[in-house]
């Protein structure tokens, strides 16, 4: 995964998990990773060591991960959107050209996320 990639994914699972973080580790997950703030800087103000925001920050993350392998919400996320792009470029295919194929693979998609959402 490149640098874009996991910034993409840290932030995705931030969305979906941040509101289960402690308000305290929300809070400094926020300043140094959102905010821009030096691990010094939010070491001050909340009266900690240096180590222990990297260490909170790290845990957090980690934490967060723990909730995507169990629960899976940013990889479902991830696959919807995808065949939602695929129903949206078929419909346009069959808009084009009329084939009956697209609109039976556009049925197909459709079937199986409203499958899912039972």
Do not use: C, P, W
Not at 17 to 34: C, M, P, S, W
Not at 42 to 63: F, K
């Amino acid at each position: 995964m490149n640098e874009i990639e996991s910034i993409v994914n840290r932030d995705l699972l931030f969305d979906f998990y941040g509101d289960l973080l402690t308000e305290h580790q929300k809070r400094i997950f926020e300043a140094v990773v959102f905010d821009d703030r030096s691990v010094s800087e939010v070491a001050r103000e909340e009266g900690i060591s240096r180590q222990g925001v990297s260490d909170l920050i790290r845990r957090a993350q980690e934490q967060m991960a723990s909730y995507e392998e169990k629960l899976g919400l940013v990889r479902k996320f991830r696959q919807r959107r995808k065949e939602y792009r695929e129903i949206r470029n078929l419909a346009k295919q069959l808009l084009e050209d009329g084939d009956r194929g697209h609109a039976e693979r556009i049925a197909q998609i459709a079937d199986r996320l409203l499958q899912d959402e039972q």
